[in-house]
């Protein structure tokens, strides 16, 4: 941060966050006289100021050498302890900064307040849990989105990460690209290197780079590589016959296994968070499809926030804590806490926003805890008539079975009618968006595959296909498969007839639209 901006931030603090009186802020802006005195100090740094110093610990180590100075201590005793207190607020300042970052106010201010941090959308499928995230993260930096999907085999390794083992490319596999010139570069190191000597060292370098010159990764003029190298030309002979005999007993280069930490969605989102000041967001798919107490583990403790941070620290495993405090001394943004830094605590920032969707009518599906309920935000989805942002019009889908359009909103009210009738419960109801339409038409195809084999399989198995609309006039039922048939041409395809009839007992009063209308 240049000095400019993090004078102005000081003297934001000093205004806003002490006791200092207004007319008093300029004096304990003024660093003059302490300027000075650190001059004495680091005599060797010219024009150092104490907006140098961002660190409050290294900070503190100046001010105990400040306090024994002579000229600090008299100028001190002058100005009736005014310099040693701004000393003291600078300080304050540092820690403060070191907490929250310089623009957590401005930036996520209205996001904790207004926005929750985490929070659960929930509800019947189709409702638009998925979409409704979406529509928020795809203005976010693509950077600055994680997305993950919990299943019954998720755990922690999956969610946060691990060790294991990682197939490497070799150091002459990485080198493969290499230019002739680097090439020359490699050769005129081995010719030149003292111990082997110049012939051991051209025998060394084509056992170790034939393929580079026999055309397996490249092309060489071995003349204009020896002219690169500085090398007389008498050893191109001699190159040749190398690299020929290197051939008879070829290098063995398989890849190399090596063990590292992988890391996986949370903790690329955790890391991201603490590189930037931008919003950050943790998305998880069918976040109760996974059991979320083995998946989580004793990042449980970090859901409870306060101003947006964890209010529960918790200690990171060693190998999580290596990882994290490599990643964050390359890239990191400015006050963060040490021990964050260093990987040793786990503390959620504020910017990173963990958002999850949950669909209530999910078969095979782990309990989530009261506890695990209590720090989350719950969002109901409830099942309404999708309509077109951009026009801010409903959208009219329909159903089309031999030429004929049903209207789909008018069908999904009708069926969702008989489902909440027989469960009793809305978990089983379809919401707008159960499936997609082309150009606002839901085929025949997509309307068996999707809505009818749900209802067939997960919605009416449990009460013996009971309602009239899975039986013919006879009251027989029927079967799933016979909602297709085989065409002239052997192909499967959907029984319109009977998807039809299907269609007209869910809703009777599509048999009085006229086949040629296009309902509203």
Partial sequence: MNKEKLLQLYLDFIANCSSIAAKSVKNYSDFKRINECLELLFPKEQGISILDFDNPNEFEVVINKLAKQKQFTDYDNKGKNQYSNTLKYYLRFLYAKQLFSENLKTTYAQSIDEIPIQQIFYGAPGTGKSHTINEITETQPKENVFRTTFHPDSDYSTF????????TKTRRQQRMNMSLEDLAKELGSYYSN????????????CYEYYPYIDGEYMSVNVTKLLELAGIPKDYNVEINKYVKFCHLFPKQDPDKITYEFVPQTFTKAYLRAWQTEEPVYLVIEEINRGNCAQIFGDLFQLLDRKNGFSEYPIKADNDLAAYIGEQLS???REGIPETVKSGEELILPPNLFIWATMNTSDQSLFPIDSAFKRRWD????????????????LLKWNIKVINKNYNWWQFLQAINRHIG??????DKKLGFFFCKAENNTISAETFVSKVLFYLWNDVYKDYDHSPAFFRDDNGKLIEFHEYYRQDENHKTVPDETKIQAFIEKVEPAFKTVDPDANPD
């Fill in 160 to 167: 946060v990460g691990c060790y294991k083992p990682t197939k």
């Fill in 421 to 426: 009738d027989i469960t009793h419960s809305e």
């Fill in 194 to 205: 003292e111990e082997l000597g110049k012939i051991s060292g051209i025998q060394k370098f």
């Fill in 378 to 393: 719950w969002t109901y989805m409830p099942i309404i008539q999708g309509y077109d942002k951009e026009t801010n019009q």
């Fill in 330 to 332: 390359k890239e990191s």
